[in-house]
């Protein structure tokens, strides 16, 4: 499975983006798919996660009510909505799928079986 990210940039504080994440190799329905970021100098951190139909979502403390995930199996591809962006948000994005990766969420566990190269987001204040 191969993963590619797209829709980083540079936005304002308040600001949106909208990040994608196109799968291929395999049916992105097959597994649970998810975002995660990590800063300079900082661990990798949770954002989201939505299983293989969309029905069941995960988000990290700090975006709840910000960010929203979803998925298109139809295009292979998942989404991360960003509002309300602040600089605490800058970090490089990463996609991830794993077929349990709920699981690993609900461990603490940010193990997955394939990552996208990351696009960088940088709010500025």
């Known amino acids: 499975v191969q993963l590619v990210e797209s829709g980083g940039g540079l936005v304002q504080a308040g600001g949106s983006l909208r990040l994608s994440c196109a799968a291929s190799g395999r049916a992105s329905s097959d597994y649970a798919m998810g975002w995660f970021s990590q800063a300079p100098g900082k661990e990798r951190e949770f954002v989201a996660a939505?299983?293989?139909?969309?029905?069941?979502?995960y988000y990290g403390d700090s975006v709840k009510g910000r960010f929203t995930i979803s998925r298109d199996n139809a295009k292979n591809t998942i989404y991360l909505q960003m509002n309300s962006l602040n600089a605490e948000d800058t970090a490089v994005y990463y996609c991830a799928a794993d077929e349990r990766l709920l699981q690993n969420i609900r461990r603490g566990d940010f193990a997955a079986d394939y990552w996208g190269q990351g696009t960088q987001v940088t709010v500025s204040s």
């Open positions: 939505t299983s293989g139909t969309g029905i069941v979502t």
